[in-house]
Nanobody
């Protein structure tokens, strides 16, 4: 079992920035990728970004490319999502995920989510 704890959500004006963190603990030896998904009210959960465990590979949704950046601190098994130039449409609950690969994150472990609200 891998436990994931997100932090860093909040309320920000359009054009502003936030940094989300996700700390992993437990059976982290089974984790080969981590990532973020988000779910806006009335919409399905969607992939936002992913990073391989050693950080050599990242993947982003088209809607966030150039604005969001993933990184990780391997020593602390923590990953980060730097979100810049935020838009109202980025408003959602953001969930951290960990699994065997970026493409397989949805079948892995999940955090409880953190709310991001972008005001216009």
């Amino acid at each position: 079992q891998v436990e994931l704890v997100e932090s860093g959500g909040g309320l920000v004006q359009a054009g502003g920035s936030l940094r989300l963190s996700c700390a992993a603990s437990g059976r982290t030896f089974s984790v080969f990728a981590m990532g973020w998904f988000r779910q806006a009210p009335g919409k399905d959960r969607e992939f936002v970004a992913g990073i391989s465990w050693r950080g050599e590979r990242t993947q982003y949704a088209e809607s966030v490319k150039g604005r969001f950046t993933m990184s990780r601190d391997s020593a602390k098994t923590t990953m980060y999502l730097q979100m810049n130039s935020l838009k109202p449409e980025d408003t959602a609950i953001y969930f951290c995920a960990a699994g065997g690969s970026i493409s397989d994150l949805q079948r892995g472990s999940w955090g409880q989510g953190t709310q991001v609200t972008v005001s216009s």
